[in-house]
């Protein structure tokens, strides 16, 4: 069985760091791209970031490029998204997800929550 | 970049009933980067059509996908009482993805 557990989610004051990880187990995790999606509490579903498989392609949404950081362990089966210069907008449940036909994300973690606020 | 839109916001249908959910790109996009999402609430978005008309693993044959180019269309055959949830389109493109702002299915 696919799964995918976030942690590392929690309460941080604008302009700080925080760094997540998903643990991906059920899969042959080096065989597949990874990605982050966020939601922002009542709101629709935003890409964040991409990774393939052996890291050579990465890519990220506007609104986080030269801020959040998207790196995996495939020897340790997890992936990582680090966050910095945070701002109130970045509050928002973020989801790890794989990727899987056509482009899609077939599974999905349970979410971990991050809340910027002083 | 390509912005999904979707409609209607919000669907307002009995148990029993048919739902069509569409789904315009701003846009031509390849079908075979458009997938729809089922959510619930407090839960993660689980996929549910690939390729505009493809089922994923598991989804029941009351839910299908049609569309090309611009406008792709989610249809529920015959909403079941776990049927009620928010849906999603999403598509692939130079090396993005999106989503649209999803349309409510509640019951009437």
């Known amino acids: 069985e696919v799964q995918l557990v976030e942690s590392g989610g929690g309460l941080v004051q604008p302009g700080g760091s925080l760094r997540l990880s998903c643990g991906a187990s059920g899969f042959t995790f080096s065989t597949y791209s990874m990605k982050w999606v966020r939601q922002a509490p009542g709101k629709g579903l935003e890409w964040v970031s991409h990774i393939s498989s052996s890291s050579s392609s990465i890519y990220y949404a506007d609104s986080v490029k030269g801020r959040f950081t998207i790196s995996r362990d495939n020897a340790e089966n997890s992936l990582h998204l680090q966050m910095n210069s945070l701002r109130d907008e970045d509050t928002a449940v973020y989801y790890c997800a794989r990727e899987g036909i056509g482009r899609t994300l077939d599974y999905w973690g349970q979410g971990t929550l991050v809340i910027v606020s002083s | 970049e390509i912005v999904l839109t979707q409609s209607p916001g919000t669907l307002s249908l009995s148990p029993g009933e048919r739902a069509t959910l569409s789904c315009r790109a701003s846009q031509n996009i390849s079908g075979s980067y458009l997938a729809w999402y089922q959510q619930k609430p407090g839960q993660a978005p689980r996929l549910l059509i690939y390729g505009a008309s493809s089922r994923a693993t598991g989804i029941p044959d009351r839910f299908s996908g049609s569309g090309s180019g611009t406008d792709f269309t989610l249809t529920i055959s015959r909403l079941e009482p776990e049927d009620f949830a928010v849906y999603y389109c999403?598509?692939?493109?130079?090396?993005?993805?999106?989503f649209g702002h999803g349309t409510k299915v509640e019951i009437k």
């Open positions: 999403q598509q692939y493109g130079s090396s993005r993805w999106t």
